[in-house]
């Protein structure tokens, strides 16, 4: 506690119990739980390109990995066509537009996508029988190939909407909302069987998705200026609601708010009010 510690810390997880049990040795035992809304991506295409319905992180992982599994041995990935390695989907070249590593949205990507792509396919599990440590695997696994068919787009999602319209079998990565605002351009695709929605997103079910938080020490309140009224600021309807400036750059907003919002009035600490 005091002026010269933190006053709020951002999260893409909800914070786990020992944590706030190293929280409480330190002296700081009322913290308000500020969910935000949710990080959910989408994979598009052009609205009449090929017909891109349908993926599972195994389909991203085969087409973007340098290394994939293939007739049981880790190799240099052979892939050209969406159709080599699923003939569920179009054959068609393997251009994927994907966040860049500067991007908000990488991680959710690496994370929900990527990795569990590496795991589903049997990658991870070749890369340890090959002698790599967990770690160096883990790291391998979030690897991209770099033979230009997967190309980082750094910038928003305009650039990427403008990628796709010059390629008309480019797959492209978006946010929820910038999608639903270029339905008549876009066409979007289910990852697992589950359509993205605000719902499906919110609820978890679509799992290429995670809560987005921060934390308020309830002690800074009425001590640093102003901090009540960021958190109040951040999550108001007119920057975190459906509408809002953070719903353009890919935040999901979050069905529940009305409900943060009036946590965050009355200054509702963890374990209140449940």
Not at 139 to 159: N, P
Not at 216 to 242: N, R, S, T, W
Not at 251 to 262: G, H, I
Request: with cysteine; charged share 25%; glycine share 10%.
């Amino acid at each position: 506690m005091g002026e010269n510690t933190i006053d709020v810390a951002n999260a893409s997880r909800a914070i786990r119990e020992k944590e706030i049990k190293a929280c409480a040795e330190n002296g700081v035992t009322d913290i308000i739980e500020v969910r935000i809304g949710y990080d959910g991506i989408v994979f598009a295409s052009q609205a009449d390109g090929p017909a891109f319905n349908a993926f599972t992180p195994s389909d991203i992982f085969n087409a973007l990995a340098p290394k994939v599994v293939v007739d049981g041995e880790l190799v240099d990935n052979p892939y050209t066509t969406w159709n080599a390695f699923n003939a569920d989907l179009p054959d068609a070249e393997i251009l994927a537009f994907i966040p860049g590593t500067k991007h908000g949205t990488r991680e959710v990507f690496e994370e929900k996508v990527i990795a569990a792509g590496c795991e589903a396919t049997g990658a991870y599990d070749a890369m340890i029988a090959a002698g790599m440590s967990e770690d160096d695997a883990e790291d391998a696994c979030l690897m991209v190939r770099t033979d230009g068919r997967s190309v980082d787009i750094d910038g928003d999602y305009t650039e990427t909407l403008a990628s796709i319209d010059a390629n008309a079998h480019g797959i492209g990565v978006f946010g929820l909302a910038f999608y639903e605002n270029n339905t008549d351009k876009l066409k979007v695709a289910t990852m697992s069987g589950v359509e993205p929605t605000t719902e499906s997103i919110a609820s978890g079910e679509y799992p290429v998705s995670r809560p987005l938080f921060f934390y308020v020490k309830k002690a800074h309140i009425g001590v640093i200026p102003g901090l009540k009224e960021y958190a109040q600021f951040f999550i108001a309807d007119e920057l975190a609601g459906p509408s809002g400036p953070l719903a353009n750059y890919g935040l999901v907003s979050d069905p529940e708010l009305a409900k943060t919002q009036q946590m965050v009035a009355d200054e509702v600490v963890m374990g209140e009010g449940m």
